[in-house]
Antibody, heavy 119, light 113 residues
């Protein structure tokens, strides 16, 4: 059974940093692209970032480019999102998602972790 | 960026009736190299994470009931639920995965009439 468990969310002031983690199990992690998708509570979904299976290629939505960094440790089956210079508008539930067939097709999603940016 | 627009923010359908949710992309998501539409549908039930139900516009994910079907090509797509059940109450999102940034529709909230 595929499981994705996010952690690292919390409350932070504008300009602060957080590091999210997503621990994966139930599949061969190194074979699949992984992504972060966020959702303002009770609002829509927004893709944030994707990293390819080998970790060598990553891409971001414009609003987080230069502030967020996605990475992965295939030996630990763990995905990360380093978030710096956080803004109020980054407040959301952050989901980790496993790709299938193509990096942007999200086959499985984690339960999410809430990030709140507020002064 | 490809903008995804769902025709309704909410939809109320009676139990046992057909529910139809429409989605339009600002650019074609049909890939000429493999003749596939890079369009997925996700279901998000209250308090849960999204779940993929349809991909390649019309391929049902394993375990998804047969009453769910997807259709369309190019820029216009439809998710149909025949014989609506109470457990189908959810928000449904379309998404294009043809090119980054991968974009979602705004969501359609499906309720029981």
């Amino acid at each position: 059974e595929v499981q994705l468990l996010e952690s690292g969310g919390g409350s932070v002031q504008p300009g602060g940093s957080l590091r999210l983690s997503c621990t994966a199990s139930g599949f061969t992690f190194r074979n699949f692209g992984m992504s972060w998708v966020r959702q303002i509570p009770d609002k829509g979904l927004e893709w944030v970032s994707t990293v390819t299976n080998g970790g060598d290629v990553s891409y971001y939505t414009d609003s987080v480019e230069g502030r967020f960094t996605i990475s992965r440790d295939n030996s630990k089956s763990t995905l990360y999102l380093q978030m710096n210079s956080l803004r109020v508008e980054d407040t959301a539930i952050y989901y980790c998602a496993k790709a299938i067939y193509y990096d942007g097709l999200f086959e499985y999603w984690g339960l999410g972790t809430l990030v709140t940016v507020s002064s | 960026d490809v903008v995804m627009t769902q025709s309704a923010d909410s939809l109320a359908v009676s139990l046992g009736e057909r529910a139809t949710i429409n989605c339009k992309s600002s650019q074609s998501v049909l890939d000429s190299s493999n003749n596939k539409n890079f369009l997925a549908w996700y279901q998000q039930k209250p308090g849960q994470s999204p779940k993929m139900v349809i991909y390649w516009a019309s391929t049902r994910e394993s375990g998804v009931p047969e009453r769910f079907s997807g259709s369309g090509s190019g820029t216009d797509f439809t998710l149909t639920i025949t014989s609506l059940q109470a457990e189908d109450v959810a928000v449904y999102y379309c998404q294009q995965y043809h090119s980054a940034p991968y974009t979602f529709g705004q969501g359609t909230r499906l309720e029981i009439k």
